[in-house]
């Protein structure tokens, strides 16, 4: 038989069990992010390693184990933020213990029920106004704690969400107006928030910073960004690193619950 040099028994199915649970949680940590397209593209070099190393094809297999070996190096090259994000998480107390106790120790990327409806009415009302005012604003929201990694760049507020509380945060004479917002389960967890930048060359020239960094936190997370431009009063949303702009203020509650309920 072709497959008689394959053995199997029940710690390789075991085995398989663990490494395709381990696959599908760093899948969950990196997904929606720009890091998922180079992780597949590993992944497929490896597979494709491991069959020729199984064809006994000596030579390719031993190309391949060095790219592979120097891909360890690379990958956490590649990853470090993702990495740290993980030994972040790991690493809260909070976190292990509601993780234990729940049962679902390894569901570090899976969405977790919200205790709190999001109150979208708010949040459309208040970017409705900023935009007749030309205030710009950046509003970044989530199901998961994946937006806890950049918690730290700007000011704890974990205040329930209002809509003038909103329009304060970002009045152009605020302290905390320079910066984006983090909402969670219907709570504003920090203001003034550092994202990271995207690096598309291919965004027009009108789209400033505002936009680059809605563009970054959606390329590495799975969250929804929300802007107003302070030059033109537009708004606009980025999901999964792609932009929906010039919503009207009227259109806004309804296009932001249209996108919540698909992510």
């Given at each position: 038989m072709i497959l008689q040099f394959i053995q199997f028994d029940f710690l390789d199915l075991l085995d398989v069990v663990l490494v395709a649970v381990l696959i599908y949680q760093v899948y969950q940590i990196i997904r929606g992010t720009i890091a998922i397209r180079i992780f597949l593209g590993i992944f497929t070099i490896y597979l494709f390693?491991?069959?020729?190393?199984?064809?006994?094809?000596?030579?390719?297999?031993?190309?391949?184990?060095?790219?592979?070996?120097?891909?360890?190096?690379?990958?956490?090259?590649?990853?470090?933020?993702?990495?740290?994000?993980?030994?972040?998480?790991?690493?809260?107390?909070?976190?292990?213990?509601?993780?234990?106790?729940?049962?679902?120790?390894?569901?570090?990327?899976?969405?977790?029920?919200?205790?709190?409806?999001?109150?979208?009415?708010?949040?459309?009302?208040?970017?409705a106004n900023m935009s007749r005012s030309k205030t710009g604003a950046i509003i970044v929201i989530s199901k998961t704690s994946e937006l806890d990694f950049y918690l730290g760049s700007g000011e704890i507020l974990n205040a329930r969400i209002s809509q003038s509380l909103i329009e304060n945060i970002f009045f152009k004479n605020s302290p905390m107006h320079d910066g984006a917002v983090l909402i969670k389960d219907n709570t504003i967890l920090a203001a003034r928030c550092v994202l990271p930048v995207s690096e598309n060359k291919d965004l027009p020239p009108t789209m400033g910073m505002r936009h680059r960094a809605a563009l970054g936190i959606t390329e590495k997370t799975s969250a929804i960004a929300l802007i107003v431009s302070e030059e033109t009063g537009k708004i606009s949303t980025v999901q999964a690193g792609k932009f929906k702009l010039n919503i009207t203020p009227e259109n806004l509650e309804f296009h932001l619950n249209k996108i919540l309920q698909e992510t």
């Amino acid at each position: 038989m072709i497959l008689q040099f394959i053995q199997f028994d029940f710690l390789d199915l075991l085995d398989v069990v663990l490494v395709a649970v381990l696959i599908y949680q760093v899948y969950q940590i990196i997904r929606g992010t720009i890091a998922i397209r180079i992780f597949l593209g590993i992944f497929t070099i490896y597979l494709f390693w491991k069959i020729v190393e199984a064809l006994n094809m000596e030579l390719l297999s031993e190309i391949l184990g060095q790219f592979i070996g120097v891909g360890v190096i690379l990958l956490i090259i590649v990853f470090q933020e993702e990495l740290r994000k993980f030994l972040l998480l790991v690493g809260n107390t909070e976190f292990l213990s509601s993780r234990m106790l729940s049962g679902n120790m390894f569901h570090f990327g899976a969405k977790e029920k919200s205790t709190l409806s999001l109150n979208i009415k708010d949040i459309a009302r208040a970017c409705a106004n900023m935009s007749r005012s030309k205030t710009g604003a950046i509003i970044v929201i989530s199901k998961t704690s994946e937006l806890d990694f950049y918690l730290g760049s700007g000011e704890i507020l974990n205040a329930r969400i209002s809509q003038s509380l909103i329009e304060n945060i970002f009045f152009k004479n605020s302290p905390m107006h320079d910066g984006a917002v983090l909402i969670k389960d219907n709570t504003i967890l920090a203001a003034r928030c550092v994202l990271p930048v995207s690096e598309n060359k291919d965004l027009p020239p009108t789209m400033g910073m505002r936009h680059r960094a809605a563009l970054g936190i959606t390329e590495k997370t799975s969250a929804i960004a929300l802007i107003v431009s302070e030059e033109t009063g537009k708004i606009s949303t980025v999901q999964a690193g792609k932009f929906k702009l010039n919503i009207t203020p009227e259109n806004l509650e309804f296009h932001l619950n249209k996108i919540l309920q698909e992510t």
